[in-house]
């Protein structure tokens, strides 16, 4: 799925691209109006996420949150239907969306040296050059998720 979250849960965009889902959030394209917010959606073919009554509506598809913290509303998108599965490899860059390439171990050149020698695979954001590997933050969000969607009834398996 391709979802756009709007300025009031940027704390949603890394979960989200985490289980491989295209996410962009408003403010890294500097978007904040509504009207704004609605036509980037639109243009992009993307579903609203959004804590805005009003704006919901307007939308052709929205998810409308009611919740301010991050696990509640990462509960109601759960309940909305929206996959919650860390993908078994990572797609997305949790900063900027971009696209992942896999990182390949001999490549010391695109290998951060501050990543253990034992740490495979890596991979770099295509974009931003960010690299990220399945460690301690991956761990926690993926416990975090499995947690939401087994209190969602969702059978937990994780990658």
């Given at each position: 799925m391709r979802y756009l979250l709007d300025a009031m849960l940027g704390n949603l965009a890394t979960y989200l691209r985490l289980c491989g889902h295209d996410t962009l959030y408003a403010l890294d394209r500097d978007v904040e109006a509504?009207?704004?917010?609605?036509?980037l959606a639109t243009g992009e073919h993307r579903s609203l996420v959004t804590r805005d009554e009003y704006l919901a509506t307007r939308a052709e598809r929205s998810i409308l949150l009611?919740?301010?913290?991050?696990?509640?509303?990462l509960r109601e998108l759960a309940a909305a239907g929206v996959d919650l599965t860390p993908a078994a490899e990572?797609?997305?860059?949790?900063?900027?969306?971009?696209r992942l390439a896999r990182v390949?171990?001999?490549?010391?050149?695109?290998?951060?040296?501050?990543?253990?020698?034992d740490v495979a695979p890596v991979w770099r954001c295509r974009d931003c050059g960010?690299?990220?590997?399945?460690g301690s933050h991956?761990?926690?969000?993926?416990?975090?998720?499995?947690?939401?969607?087994?209190?969602s009834g969702e059978r937990a398996v994780d990658g």
């Open positions: 509504d009207d704004a917010v609605l036509a009611r919740e301010r913290e991050t696990e509640p509303q990572p797609v997305h860059c949790g900063r900027c969306n971009g390949e171990a001999d490549d010391s050149a695109d290998r951060p040296e501050y990543v253990p020698d960010q690299r990220f590997w399945k991956w761990d926690r969000m993926a416990a975090t998720l499995s947690d939401v969607r087994e209190s």
